[in-house]
T-cell receptor, first 109, second 113 residues
Framework: GQQLNQSPQSMFIQEGEDVSMNCTSS?????WLWYKQDPGEGPVLLIA?????ELTSNGRLTAQFGITRKDSFLNISASIPSDVGIYFC?????????FGQGTRLTINP | DGGITQSPKYLFRKEGQNVTLSCEQN?????MYWYRQDPGQGLRLIYY???????QKGDIAEGYSVSREKKESFPLTVTSAQKNPTAFYLC????????????FGPGTRLTVT
C-alpha cells in the first residue's frame, strides 16, 4: 500500500528557531495536508495543498507541494511554546488519505 | 458551533466486553471515518462511510463494527474479537468522500485490561 516517510521523527529546538520537516512517498498524491496534534487531542488541519509546486502560508507556517507530487515540506518560522506537538503530513491518493508517522516538536524555553 | 464530538474522552473496559464509541458531527458532512492511533504511529483507517446506511472497511477493520443510521452519527463498536483494543480512537468527517480535507474530533482513549 501507499506509505509516507516523514522526517525527522522528533526535533528539539530553542524558542525562536525556525523548523523544517518533510514527507516523501513512492506514490504520487493529488493533495497534501498538514495537521498538528496536541497531546490527547485530535489533529487540527493547518494547511492544504492542491497542486504541484504550490506554496501556501498560514501565519508563521509555510508548506509546499513538491513538484514531483511525491513530497511536501512544512516550515515554521520563529517557533513559540505553543508550537509544541506532533505534526502529521497526509497525502490524498486515489482512494484514501495516507498519514505519515508524525514529527514530534519539543521547544526548550 | 459546528464540529465533531466524541464521547467519552476516556473509557475503561474489561477484556471480553464489547464497547461502543460515540461520534457525532453537525457540519452537515456526508463522509465520516474512524481511525486508530497507537503511540509513535500514524493514523490507521478502521472504517469509513460515504453516505447514510453505507460503510466500507478500512485497513484494520477486523474486530470492529460500525453503523451509519443518521448522517450526524457514526458509532464504532470495538468487539471482543479485537486482539489489541487499547488505543486512541479518532473520528473524522469530510464534506464528501472525494474531499481530502478531514476534520477530527477530540478522540477517545480506550483502555482494556
Amino acid at each position: 500500500g501507499q506509505q509516507l516517510n516523514q522526517s525527522p521523527q522528533s526535533m528539539f529546538i530553542q524558542e525562536g528557531e525556525d523548523v523544517s520537516m518533510n514527507c516523501t512517498s513512492s506514490s504520487i498524491f493529488n493533495t497534501w495536508l498538514w495537521y498538528k496534534q496536541d497531546p490527547g487531542e485530535g489533529p487540527v488541519l493547518l494547511i492544504a495543498l492542491y497542486k504541484a509546486g504550490e506554496l501556501t502560508s498560514n501565519g508563521r507556517l509555510t508548506a509546499q507541494f513538491g513538484i514531483t507530487r511525491k513530497d511536501s515540506f512544512l516550515n515554521i518560522s520563529a517557533s513559540i511554546p505553543s508550537d509544541v506537538g506532533i505534526y502529521f503530513c497526509a497525502g490524498q491518493g486515489a482512494q484514501k488519505l495516507v498519514f505519515g508517522q508524525g514529527t514530534r516538536l519539543t521547544i526548550n524555553p | 458551533d459546528g464540529g465533531i464530538t466524541q464521547s467519552p474522552k476516556y473509557l475503561f473496559r474489561k477484556e471480553g466486553q464489547n464497547v461502543t464509541l460515540s461520534c457525532e458531527q453537525n457540519l452537515n458532512h456526508d463522509a465520516m471515518y474512524w481511525y486508530r492511533q497507537d503511540p509513535g504511529q500514524g493514523l490507521r483507517l478502521i472504517y469509513y462511510s460515504q453516505i447514510v446506511n453505507d460503510f466500507q472497511k478500512g485497513d484494520i477493520a477486523e474486530g470492529y463494527s460500525v453503523s451509519r443510521e443518521k448522517k450526524e452519527s457514526f458509532p464504532l463498536t470495538v468487539t471482543s474479537a479485537q486482539k489489541n483494543p487499547t488505543a486512541f480512537y479518532l473520528c473524522a468527517s469530510s464534506l464528501q468522500r472525494a474531499a481530502p480535507e478531514q476534520y477530527f474530533g477530540p478522540g477517545t482513549r480506550l483502555t482494556v485490561t
